[in-house]
């Protein structure tokens, strides 16, 4: 809908090398459909082809029309507006910034942060139960119990828990504009949100100007 105005299902979009996006570690089930349709690159943080969104390269700055986040901000170290700050800077004047995370829809609450002062870590483990073992930047020594791992392979370390207004003050912080989420069911695609209050998935602009 955001790219072609209109929704069409993704093994029906058109070949359109000429619209380039990014991926975050997505799914192949999607991924390959995307590149063989459109020019994109599905990008890892720990294998080519490369991308820490925490520390993005300049040439890499303004280069998409449109970059896609699939329940990958949850897993960003701290601190969290810097991955935001940056996937505004991967797009175009213009550029659409597709976005899921896990969060709930709680007025008043606040995103919960695991750890906050996550600095130099490792994950340990003592007695067939894991720990998160860091030293903040000001060498303090801390020790989590009974991390909460999911998403990809191995240990993915779940470092917060989203809450929808801090997503949204986020996006406007970062300069995004055009914020919608998206909630509606689509029948015709199978999509019902009827069962689900929270974690919608969100786009968002970066501004033509």
């Known amino acids: 809908m955001e790219i072609f ?8 979009f058109p070949v359109r090398k000429d619209i380039s996006g990014l991926g975050m570690s997505d799914s192949d089930n999607y991924s390959q459909i995307l590149v063989e349709r459109l020019n994109f690159v599905n990008t ?3 294998h080519e082809p490369y991308l820490d969104i925490t520390c993005i390269h300049p040439d890499q700055e303004q280069k998409y029309d449109f970059v896609l986040s699939s329940d990958v901000f949850e897993h960003v170290i701290p601190p969290i507006a810097d991955a935001f700050d940056n996937a505004f800077k991967l797009l175009r004047p213009g550029g659409l ?3 899921t995370v896990p969060y709930l829809d709680n007025p008043g609450a606040k995103t919960i942060e ?3 002062e996550l600095h130099r870590f490792e994950i340990i483990k003592r007695d067939e139960k894991f720990f998160v073992s860091n030293y903040t930047k000001d060498a303090v020594y801390q020790e989590f119990s009974d991390p909460t791992f999911h998403g990809g392979d191995g240990q993915t370390l779940e470092m917060r828990f989203f809450e ?10 970062s300069g995004f ?3 919608v989420i998206h909630y509606e069911d689509v029948p015709g695609f199978g999509i019902f949100w009827h069962e689900t209050q929270h974690s919608w998935p969100i786009t968002a602009r ?4």
Do not use: C, E, T, W
């Open 164 to 173: 929808k207004d801090d997503v949204i003050a986020l996006l406007n912080n």
């Open 5 to 12: 105005g209109q929704s069409i299902p993704l093994p029906d």
């Open 177 to 179: 504009v055009d914020i």
């Open 206 to 209: 970066r501004p033509k100007q």
């Open 44 to 46: 890892f943080y720990d």
């Open 97 to 99: 910034f597709v976005f």
């Open 114 to 116: 695991h750890y906050p």
